[in-house]
């Protein structure tokens, strides 16, 4: 006899573990089933986010996964267009401890935990939902797939997938380097590749489009940067816009599973948890038709900022005469947070503009262009 329980949650990532915790929070019964046996590993991505991320953890917490606090990026593009705040801009996280230190979180708020089980099969029924592993099975009323870019929930309930993927792969070198600003290279096909000081170490890394060979890029990028060693492959996809309906009867998706990632970067923890925090707020387990109001409650909150994502990532595929004078005009001292690309029109980064006389200088280039 199966004991019923009210939401297992597929996946104990950041994502999974911000579900499990919040739900618990509000006395649910939660069972988080995690295929790795041990949380964070293998790494999968990097560990690159917005200062938003001190909103998901304690300040002890914080400071113990720090590794680099970064003030701008440089771009590459046959040149060199530094971009920069006098305040941080952004945190370079340990990402396998921020994933145990979120499992804690659900822990401590009562979600249970099982390692080491990969989910075999997800089958909806009228009054529950039935997940087979390799090693029991388990019923609950509602389950939550948190489980990545290739989520085995999502193939299972038949719900649709992202509109595409691309192919990350990053890999580390024993440089130590705590200087505070990225590197971003554009001349890579529909994307960019990078490198991240993480003080003790560096980070490398880049993501391709599928029929691209990643590691072939990889090797290109540390080239570039006179990289002998490299160490630590690891490689993941990186899904790019949410399909039309992340939920079903009984079933809803979270995070990569439900492509809420940034476009532009790829990067998906800081939505994932956001989105987790809106499944908790509208999803009753004892409700299904509550699953709507997620659907449409997260799309409300993201929507405009994944598809003004949508539309930098674009300009990632345009001619490098085109690229060129955009990163003109918007390189210097920036307005932007790097999870809202609507702040790239904000009124904070027009200011920011005219204070250096960008805006001036574009239109006079243009001009001059318009001339010859």
């Known amino acids: ?3 019923l ?8 990532g950041p994502v999974g573990s911000q579900l499990a915790k919040r739900f618990s929070d509000k006395g649910v019964d939660v069972l988080v089933i995690e295929r790795s046996k041990s949380i964070g590993e293998p790494l999968a991505c990097s560990g690159h986010v917005s200062p938003d991320i001190r909103d998901f953890l304690s300040d002890g917490e914080f400071e113990e996964i720090l590794q680099n606090g970064i003030n701008g990026a440089d771009f590459h593009l046959n040149g060199e267009y530094r971009f920069f ?3 941080k801009v952004s945190y370079v996280i340990d990402r396998i401890e921020l994933d145990r230190k979120k499992a804690r979180q659900a822990e401590d708020s009562g979600a249970e935990i099982a390692l080491g089980e990969n989910v075999e099969s997800v089958e909806e029924e009228e009054e529950r939902v039935i997940v087979d592993t390799d090693n029991a099975s388990y019923e609950a ?8 870019a290739s ?8 719900l649709p997938e992202p509109d595409h993927f691309y192919q990350g792969v990053l890999c580390f070198t024993d440089e130590e380097d705590s200087s505070d600003f990225v590197d971003v290279t554009l001349d890579v096909p529909s994307f960019f590749g990078w490198r991240i000081p993480r003080g003790d170490s560096v980070e490398y890394g880049v993501a391709v489009p599928k029929g691209e060979n990643p590691m072939e890029w990889l090797d290109n990028i ?7 060693d490299k160490k630590d492959v690891c490689a993941g996809a990186i899904p790019v816009g949410p399909p039309d309906s992340v939920t079903s009867d009984r079933v809803f998706l979270v995070g990569d599973a439900a492509a809420q990632t940034k476009p532009f970067t790829g990067g998906g923890i800081l939505y994932g948890m956001r ?14 038709s509550s699953l709507q109001m997620y659907e449409e409650e997260w799309r409300s909150e993201l929507s405009d900022e994944i598809m003004l994502g949508r539309l930098i990532e674009k ?5 490098s005469i085109v690229q060129k004078p955009a990163l003109k005009l918007f390189q210097g001292r920036i307005g932007v947070h790097m999870d809202r690309p609507s702040t790239l029109f904000s009124l904070g980064q027009v200011k920011a503009m005219l204070l250096q006389g960008r805006l001036k200088s574009y239109f006079e280039d243009l001009n001059t262009a318009g001339s010859n």
């Open 1 to 3: 006899m199966y004991i």
């Open 5 to 12: 329980r009210d939401l297992i949650v597929v996946g104990a």
């Open 85 to 87: 705040r006098d305040e």
């Open 141 to 148: 009323r509602m389950v939550a797939g948190c489980d990545g």
């Open 151 to 158: 989520s085995k929930v999502r193939d299972e309930t038949g």
């Open 222 to 228: 540390t080239d570039r940067f006179n990289v002998d």
């Open 275 to 288: 989105c987790s925090d809106i499944a908790s707020e509208c999803i009753d387990v004892d409700d299904p």
């Open 315 to 319: 300009f990632y595929s345009l001619p």
